[in-house]
């Protein structure tokens, strides 16, 4: 009896560990392979969110709200490294064009519109977050939000011959 008590007592004392970043079966290679495998925008478009659906199967505990949330924010992460990367390059092609539309430089108006799909893309997930009206789901459904609208907008850049 005494025993079961120390047990008990050890087992209700040991902290609590939620699922932690590193317990995440993440990997980017999955959207990367389907990137390379698609044969044009449409398929580039049905990549995003594929890694982080394969780590929340994969994940123990990966549907929980901490999993999606971490499983989403490391697919962000990938796309958010895309985007800037594809806006680097944009934004050489667009200097190296050097076309003016109504006085305004193209590298100027691919900043302009770069600052205002970031207004439009925190507007888009706060609205979504609202959905859930304070609930847990909140969460993952914002960095989900952040993640789609991040990897649309990283696949434009590349696909759009901005400064082409």
């Not at 609202?130 to 847990?136: F, K, L, N, S």
């Amino acid at each position: 009896m005494l025993l079961k008590r120390a047990l008990i007592a050890t087992v209700l004392a040991a902290p609590v560990t939620p699922l932690a970043a590193q317990d995440l079966a993440f990997t980017s290679t999955i959207t990367a392979s389907c990137l390379s495998n698609a044969p044009d925008m449409a398929g580039q478009m049905a990549c995003i969110g594929t890694s982080a659906n394969a780590c929340m199967e994969d994940t123990p505990g990966g549907f929980s709200t901490v999993g999606m949330s971490g499983c989403l924010d490391r697919e962000l992460q990938y796309w958010d490294a895309k985007l800037n990367e594809n806006y680097g390059a944009a934004r050489t092609r667009a200097r190296a064009d050097d076309d003016y539309l109504n006085g305004t430089p193209s590298e100027t108006a691919l900043r302009d519109m770069q600052r205002a799909w970031i207004t439009f893309r925190d507007a888009t997930c706060d609205y979504e977050r609202a959905q859930w009206g304070g609930g847990t789901g909140g969460g993952p459904a914002t960095v989900g939000c952040l993640m789609r609208l991040t990897a649309m907008q990283a696949l434009y850049l590349a696909d759009s011959g901005i400064g082409e």
